[in-house]
Nanobody, 114 residues
Framework: QVQLVESGGGLVQPGGSLRLSCAAS????????MRWYRQAPGQERKLIAG??????VYADSVKGRFTISRDNIKNMLYLQMHSLKDEDTAVYYC?????????WGQGTQVTVSS
């Protein structure tokens, strides 16, 4: 059974940091491109970071502030977020992609507010 379980979300003040985690199971994690998406209220879900092997890509909105990483032994995906802004408030989703296969987690809420 495929599972992606995000954790680490919460309430943080502007300028703060959070680290999101995504625990993967039920598929060959190392073969998949792993990505983080986010969806703010009233907006579409947007890709913000992706990683396959050692190649990382970022949306302009998070570049220089967020870092994606993965542990192919532990089957874990991470998103380290620094210098958080109000506009980073969203539900953050973990995504696994391999050819036609795409899996999603349930999401974790990140709220940036003073």
């Amino acid at each position: 059974q495929v599972q992606l379980v995000e954790s680490g979300g919460g309430l943080v003040q502007p300028g703060g940091s959070l680290r999101l985690s995504c625990a993967a199971s039920g598929f060959t994690f190392s073969r998949f491109t792993m990505r983080w998406y986010r969806q703010a209220p009233g907006q579409e879900r947007k890709l913000i970071a992706g990683m396959l092997n050692h190649v990382q890509v970022y949306a302009d909105s998070v570049k220089g502030r967020f870092t994606i990483s993965r542990d192919n032994i532990k089957n874990m995906l991470y998103l380290q977020m620094h210098s958080l802004k109000d506009e980073d408030t969203a539900v953050y989703y973990c995504n696994a992609l391999y050819g036609p296969l795409a899996y999603w987690g349930q999401g974790t809420q990140v709220t940036v507010s003073s």
